[in-house]
């Protein structure tokens, strides 16, 4: 699991006041990453949440850390995974109903991140390409 919750959960634990404060810091969009990182750790230290700070720090690190990972693996699988979608499309002796059906249990066993990129290859005109070619399902 990739996503990340709205707010940071260290927010409950601080003043209406810190929050405010925690987001002026956050959007101001004329500083530097690492900037706003500084002005971030010293917020936590005089709003003693250092460690709640610091823990969801390494969780954000974390999940960008595995969905890099999950994307790289799913473009390592993008060609084959593109092919076998296309033959399906291309299988002239399927109804559009099986072949929606084919598209659809190949579809169900990829990742997330691989389905994105799938998407990425359909065309641009979808309702053009089914008038051309009714087996164009996805």
Do not use: C
Not at 80 to 104: G, P, V, Y
């Amino acid at each position: 699991d990739t996503t990340v919750d709205p707010l940071p959960s260290f927010l409950a634990n601080v003043t209406q006041e810190a929050r405010r404060e925690f987001f002026q810091i956050v959007s101001n969009e004329n500083s530097t990453k690492a900037d706003i990182k500084a002005a971030i750790a010293t917020w936590a230290t005089t709003n003693n949440v250092s460690d709640e700070v610091s823990a969801f720090e390494t969780e954000l690190k974390d999940k960008i850390a595995e969905h890099k990972a999950n994307v790289t693996e799913a473009i390592g699988e993008l060609q084959a995974a593109f092919n076998e979608l296309s033959a399906i499309e291309e299988d002239e002796s399927l109804t559009r109903a099986q072949t929606f059906e084919q598209i659809k249990a190949k579809l169900d066993t990829y990742s997330e991140q691989l389905k994105a990129l799938l998407f990425a290859t359909k065309p641009t005109d979808l309702a053009e390409a089914r008038m051309v070619d009714p087996a164009v399902a996805r």
